[in-house]
């Protein structure tokens, strides 16, 4: 069982809002991820992180940013949520050496209306 | 590019059926092929990684398989339950960067029928 927890599963929220999307593991992975995916269609990068204080933005161009103050804790925010937002967030973590296995959150369902 | 193609895009089979699912890449240099399972709503759940080393791993009634050479894998899943409809994702990792870069396939959407 994956140690990976991403809060809210759900969020329904009006456009311009500021939004906040938590995920937080238990296994000491240096190596975080958030992927983009919509209904059908295969997971976009969207940001990672090597460790504390380290980020990088993904393949999929987005308005979302991201921190890590803490290994454990991997945070993405919309400064103004649009409709455009709207999609499947999963975040994952690894370990940083090897052949590492990815572990994936539940996810988040946004809908910005 | 690299990409990641799977095959069929969506199964319906019957209960106790065999089935095997295609994936087909053209990530370079090649690392680790992965297959994941994700039901509807969920994260995706690792269900074998395969070095290039490797020819086939099992997990249970899931059996993979790798050719490196002509970059094909398939997934063999064995005596279908209810409870494998899911959609079955092929993940490719590179090993030319320090990120170990994943490349996902779209999944083939599995549902299987009582």
């Known amino acids: 069982e994956a140690d990976i927890y991403q809060t809210p599963r759900y969020l329904v929220i009006g456009t311009g809002k500021k939004i906040t999307l938590e995920c937080s593991q238990t296994?000491?992975?240096?190596?975080m991820y958030w992927y983009q995916q919509d209904p059908g269609m295969e997971l976009h990068l969207i940001h990672y992180s090597y460790g504390v204080n380290s980020t990088e933005k993904g393949d999929l161009s987005s308005e979302s940013t991201v921190s890590r103050i803490r290994t454990e804790h991997f945070p993405l925010t919309l400064e103004s949520a649009r409709p455009s937002h709207t999609s499947q967030y999963l975040c994952?973590?690894?370990?940083?050496?090897?052949?590492?296995?990815?572990?994936f959150g539940q996810g988040t369902r946004l809908t910005v209306v | 590019k690299n990409q990641v193609e799977q095959s069929p895009q969506s199964l319906i089979i019957l209960e106790g059926k065999n089935c095997t699912l295609q994936?087909?890449?053209?990530?370079?240099?090649?690392?680790?092929l992965r297959w994941y399972k994700q039901d509807t709503g969920r994260g995706p759940v690792s269900l074998t990684i395969m070095t290039f080393s490797e020819n086939t791993k099992s997990n249970g009634r899931y059996t993979a398989t790798l050719d490196a050479d002509t970059k094909q894998s398939s997934l063999h899943i064995t005596a279908s339950q209810l409870s494998d409809s899911a959609s079955y994702i092929c993940v490719v990792a590179d090993r030319g960067s320090t990120l170990g870069r994943l490349y996902f396939g779209r999944g083939t959407q599995l549902t299987v029928w009582p």
């Open positions: 994936c087909n890449y053209t990530v370079s240099p090649f690392s680790n």
């Open positions: 994952a973590s690894s370990a940083r050496t090897g052949v590492a296995e990815a572990f």
């Open positions: 296994m000491g992975h240096d190596k």
